[in-house]
């Protein structure tokens, strides 16, 4: 079991930047693999970006490469998403996830290729 706990979400202009933190409890950190998806209002949760456990590989949605980048501390027990570049469309509850499964590389976008989840941090852009 390992449980997840998000924070840094806030209101900020569009053009503006913040930094989501993930920490996690439980079983050892550096066995999962991680993972960012938001949620819009009146719309599916969806992939946001995806970082392996040791932190060498990662992958974001086309819509946040450039803008946002996903990194890891494992001796801290957290997971960050630098979000630079702001813009109104990427207002959403954004949530972390861990996967400990041996598969996770081919379902690392998929909302059931992860285990275990926060309870999410809201993100406001305004225009």
């Known amino acids: 079991q390992v449980q997840l706990v998000e924070s840094g979400g806030g209101l900020v202009q569009a053009g503006g930047s913040l930094r989501l933190s993930c920490v996690a409890s439980g079983r050892t950190f550096s066995s999962y693999n991680m993972g960012w998806f938001r949620q819009a209002p009146g719309k599916e949760r969806e992939f946001v970006c995806a970082?392996?456990?040791?932190?060498?590989?990662?992958e974001y949605v086309d819509s946040v490469k450039g803008r946002f980048t996903i990194s890891r501390d494992n001796a801290k027990n957290t997971v960050y998403l630098q979000m630079n570049s702001l813009k109104p469309e990427d207002t959403a509850v954004y949530y972390c996830?861990?996967?400990?499964?041996?598969?996770?590389?081919?379902?690392?976008?998929?909302?059931?290729?992860?285990?275990?989840w926060g309870r999410g941090t809201q993100v406001t852009v305004s225009s």
């Open positions: 970082i392996s456990r040791s932190g060498g590989s990662t």
């Open positions: 996830a861990a996967a400990y499964r041996s598969t996770w590389w081919s379902d690392r976008a998929l909302k059931t290729g992860y285990d275990y």
